[in-house]
Nanobody, 128 residues
Framework: QVQLVESGGGLVQAGGSLRLTCAASGRTISRDCMGWFRQAPGKEREFVAA????????YVEDPVKGRFTISRDNAKNTVSLQMNSLKPEDTAVYYC?????????????????????WGQGTPVTVSS
């Protein structure tokens, strides 16, 4: 079982940037698909972005496309989410998740049930 710990959240003004990092321990995530989800107050958890283990295949949801970038460093066992041009509607708790050993042929998982492990989340607040 992998342990995932997110960091980098905080309070930022609209238009600002934050970089979230998810550090994994307990096992390597080098063969896992890694995803980011977020949950705003009173709303359901929603998919944000994911990156396959090779790093060559990524997917970013439309609301954040062009503003958020997902990346990974398998040597450091980390995955990051660079968030630029933040908007108040990006305010949420952001969660990192791992889909163990996902075969490349299955594509990018975008549903929460497809992931095997979750971090505790890091809050992001964007003020207007």
């Amino acid at each position: 079982q992998v342990q995932l710990v997110e960091s980098g959240g905080g309070l930022v003004q609209a238009g600002g940037s934050l970089r979230l990092t998810c550090a994994a321990s307990g096992r390597t995530i080098s063969r896992d698909c890694m995803g980011w989800f977020r949950q705003a107050p009173g709303k359901e958890r929603e998919f944000v972005a994911a990156i396959m283990w090779s790093g060559g295949s990524t997917y970013v949801e439309d609301p954040v496309k062009g503003r958020f970038t997902i990346s990974r460093d398998n040597a450091k066992n980390t995955v990051s989410l660079q968030m630029n041009s933040l908007k108040p509607e990006d305010t949420a708790v952001y969660y990192c998740a791992a889909d163990y050993n996902r075969p490349l042929g299955l594509g990018i998982p975008t549903e929460a049930y497809e992931y095997d492990a979750w971090g505790q989340g890091t809050p992001v607040t964007v003020s207007s």
